[in-house]
Nanobody, 116 residues
């Protein structure tokens, strides 16, 4: 059974840091990319960061470059989102997406709140 499970969300003050985790399991096909997206009420889900598992190439949204990183542990099929210098505009539900040749697989999301 395919599972994509995010964790690590919570409340953080502006300027603070938070680390999200995404663990993937049960995949029949090889995972070729893992990424993070976020969504706020009334808006479309937007791209945050992604990593290609073979080679480790990363890509970031302009809004998070220099503040967020997306390290991964391929042996554990786990990807992280290290978020530094968080801003109120970063508050959202963060979703992990796991890509195989068969499908894109989404997690249930984890809430990140940035507030003083």
């Amino acid at each position: 059974q395919v599972q994509v499970v995010e964790s690590g969300g919570g409340l953080v003050q502006p300027g603070g840091s938070l680390r999200l985790s995404c663990a993937a399991s049960g995949f029949r096909y090889s995972i070729y990319a893992m990424g993070w997206y976020r969504q706020t009420p009334g808006k479309q889900r937007e791209f945050v960061a992604t990593i290609i598992t073979a080679g480790g190439k990363t890509n970031y949204a302009d809004s998070v470059k220099g503040r967020f990183t997306i390290p991964s542990d391929n042996a554990k099929n786990t990807v992280y989102l290290q978020m530094n210098n968080l801003k109120p505009g970063d508050a959202a539900v963060y979703y992990c997406r796991v890509d195989t040749i068969q499908a894109q697989n989404w997690g249930q999301g984890t809430q990140v709140t940035v507030s003083s």
